[in-house]
DNA sequence: TTCCGACAGTGGGGTCGCAAT
DNA sequence: ATTGCGACCCCACTATCGGAA
């Protein structure tokens, strides 16, 4: 198989809007190639999604390429050898013999192979399907029900491997991908209510979990003996930088377990530290300097295995009862077990005073859905709110391109007169705001740099955020935490505006 | 026939490690 | 020493398709 049969396959599927459609054509890809380690690749790429998850190659690397290849002659494995390479060269301070490396697979692909083949490491393939929609495609290519495929990619990081198996072995190969502690677990997501009283809507009256949320890093955590791995969100190993989260797991008296849950740094009261804090904590590897160090914590939300018995598909209840019965009470996440909205309320507004980022709430009759933003989780956490100004936009991309999109904001500074910027933000908006905006701020536009339209700082706009955190990026030394825009107010004129004094004091 | 669950896209700030300057 | 880049922590929200109701 050659690599443009799949840049063709690539083009078609982003060239039409039916899911169906796409996941026919993936599948069409899937059967063409070789069943083996081809197809294997070949299911990565149409993933969107390369095995190799650093290339040390990014859009500063991959801005210049050289002349392309006039006749194709590339194949998907030469490529997936080529990322081998690049990824091989990282931390080997060569630099200069991978840009020849670069420079060597790029001048053997055609315009198009290099187009496709930069998006592929950059991750940017936008063609309105990845790993979820291949999946359809497996089950398509080799015939065989969705939900068997599905159940095995919870056991399996990688996609491409279920690609090789269905195509290669069918449903009893597909089979054989199980839960086995020290192989990582796809996570199972939360989707989000705008507060405690939505939330407990959906479960209609049914008796709920309500898990307080912490605001660190999740942590996948497999014991298997004396043997402990910790595994991230995306599923990288971070074992050796957690020396605290393994010490808890070899103290359980268990043979094997699979725990879900997050790490954080607490203050001598307990009181949670900002996540930038934890960031930094779990970022750094092994730092050996322990003295002051404050030890990281961690709580377990979930188990997934316990000396050999798997719980992932025990309805949460048991799976809790689990929980409180392998681990102290100090290392699971502070929950409460209701029917009642006005308890949950409680709790929410308690588990927030103690500086937590809110709560998820479950079903308890649930079974642990591996991999999938399941309605089964509905987190809630505060939202705060500011009236800013725009000061500038930047041009959208991709379906955003022509548009005004990302809009930069600032509070007014009373003691000058002038306004601080605090971050940007492209979210929550409409497509109807979108053109509005583009009119709007065209009209206002003062100059250009790049991409930047600077504006007349008059449109306020209201934005929802998460916190405030510190900043070396902005010149007031801080950042509004997940900022979205709620409404344009043409109600207000930026001397009305909310000023850097309101948004300090919320740190 | 209408409703809604799940996906993909569009980017945000901060932190680290590494290499080049 | 400082700076730029890549990778990866934390993400929210809207539009859309197609199966569920």
Known sequence: MLLTELVTTHGAVAATRSRLRKRELLAQALRTAEPGDEVEVVAAFLSGRPRQRRTG???????????????????????????????????????????????????????????FVRRLILGELRQGALDSLLLDAIAAAADVPLAVVRRAAMFSALSGPLARAALTGGEPALESFRLVPGRPVRPMLASSAPDVAAAMERFAGAPVAADTKLDGIRVQVHRDGDEVVVFTRSLDDITDRLPEVVALARSLDVRSVVLDGEALLLDDAGRPLPFQE??????????????????????????????????????????????????????????????????????????????????????????????????AWVKVKPRHTLDLVVLAVEWGSGRRRGMLSNIHLGARDPATGDFVMLGKTFKGMTDAMLTWQTERFLALETGREGHVVYVRPVQVVEIAFDGVQRSTRYPGGMALRFARVVRYRDDKTAAEADTVDAVRALR
């Open 278 to 375: 934890t960031a930094s904590r779990t970022g750094t590897h092994e730092a050996d300097g322990e003295g002051g160090r404050l030890p990281l914590t961690v709580r377990f939300f979930d188990v997934l295995h316990h000396d050999g018995t798997d719980l992932v598909d025990a309805p949460a209840a048991e799976r809790l009862a689990t929980l409180d019965r392998v681990l102290p009470p100090q290392a699971v996440v502070p929950r409460v077990v209701t029917t009642d909205p006005d308890e949950v309320a409680t709790f929410f507004a308690d588990t927030v005073a103690s500086g937590n980022e809110g709560l998820v709430v479950k079903a308890l009759d649930a079974p642990y859905a591996a991999g999938r933003r399941g309605a």
């Open 57 to 115: 190659l990014g859009w500063r690397t991959l801005a210049r390429l050289p002349a392309p290849a006039v006749e194709p002659s590339l194949t998907p494995l030469e490529v997936d050898a080529a990322l081998d390479r690049f990824a091989a060269f990282a931390g080997s301070g060569s630099q200069a013999a991978r840009a020849a490396a670069v420079d060597e697979l790029f001048s053997r692909a055609t315009a198009h192979e290099q187009d």
